[in-house]
């Protein structure tokens, strides 16, 4: 029994053993990629898949199609990077710097940038179904002709964004803050919209269908020919907004939703006056 016993520590030991020394081979590996990256300013077309590149710190770099699947890059300092077409599939990168990066056709479903500063970055026509937006700096930043579908941005800034054209099923933006930000021809079905400030922010053409905007603020607001068919008004502020043209509006689905004398509304469609 005893023998036994010793065989199995014994293998235990040697499996800890080999497992350490392989950890160390990876680590070491890392450290002589990043060195790397740093010396060439980048590792355009690399595989870098499993790399863990945590802290990375390289202004200008050039990761354009490269490999970056569940790299983890968590609070890497990569401002004005070029991500153009990279495989960004479920990279951890939260509190990462990429603000200015462009991100252009790249594929980043489920990539988590929770707290990242992406201010003024670009991400035309990305791939960012599934991802972590979550209390992200997103100032200046394009999503034009995104598939954003089932994101989450919850208490992000996201103040001059552009999101034109875009897919946003079921995307998250509750308290985000929206103003000055361009929505026009997105498509927002059932995206929940709860407590956003969207001060004069553009949402003309946008599909609001099935989308909840329960105290969202949208004052000063465009919402010219939006279809909100089963859409949600619950004490929405709609102080000078423009529904000129919006179609598909429920009166019974428009619960203590306010405006005021210069908001405009579509024939049929009555709110009460704000007072606050």
Not at 57 to 69: H, I, P, Q, Y
Not at 125 to 150: C, H, K, M, P, Y
């Given at each position: ?33 990043m ?18 590149l ?9 990761f354009?199609?490269a ?7 968590k ?44 201010s ?99 004052t ?17 502020r ?29 024939s ?9």
């Amino acid at each position: 029994m005893g023998d036994k016993v010793f065989q199995i520590l014994a293998g235990c030991l040697s499996a800890f053993a080999l497992f350490a020394v392989s950890n160390s081979a990876f680590a070491e590996n890392d450290l002589k990629r990043m060195a790397e990256i740093k010396e060439k300013g980048g590792c355009p077309s690399c595989d870098l898949r499993l790399a863990e590149l945590r802290f990375l710190n390289v202004e200008n770099a050039d990761f354009s199609r490269a490999n970056l699947r569940e790299v983890d890059l968590k609070e890497a300092i990569l401002p004005n990077a070029n991500f153009q077409r990279a495989d960004f599939r479920r990279a951890e990168a939260e509190r990462a710097d990429f603000s200015g990066s462009d991100f252009t056709d790249a594929t980043m479903r489920s990539v988590d940038l929770e707290k990242a500063n992406l201010s003024n970055a670009k991400f035309e026509d990305t791939d960012l179904r599934e991802a972590d937006l979550n209390t992200t700096i997103l100032t200046g930043t394009v999503f034009d002709g995104s598939d954003i579908r089932n994101a989450s941005f919850i208490r992000s800034v996201a103040e001059n964004a552009s999101f034109k054209g875009a897919k946003m099923d079921e995307v998250n933006l509750e308290r985000v803050d929206l103003s000055n930000a361009n929505f026009e021809n997105a498509r927002l079905r059932q995206a929940k919209l709860d407590r956003i400030k969207a001060h004069n922010t553009n949402f003309a053409d946008a599909d609001f269908s099935g989308v909840r905007l329960v105290s969202a603020d949208l004052t000063g607001a465009n919402l010219t020919g939006v279809d909100f068919d089963g859409a949600l008004l619950r004490r929405t502020r709609l102080v000078g907004a423009d529904l000129t043209g919006a179609t598909n509006l429920d009166p019974s689905r428009i619960l203590g939703a306010c405006g005021d004398e210069n908001t405009k509304l579509p024939s049929g469609i009555k709110l009460i006056k704000c007072s606050y």
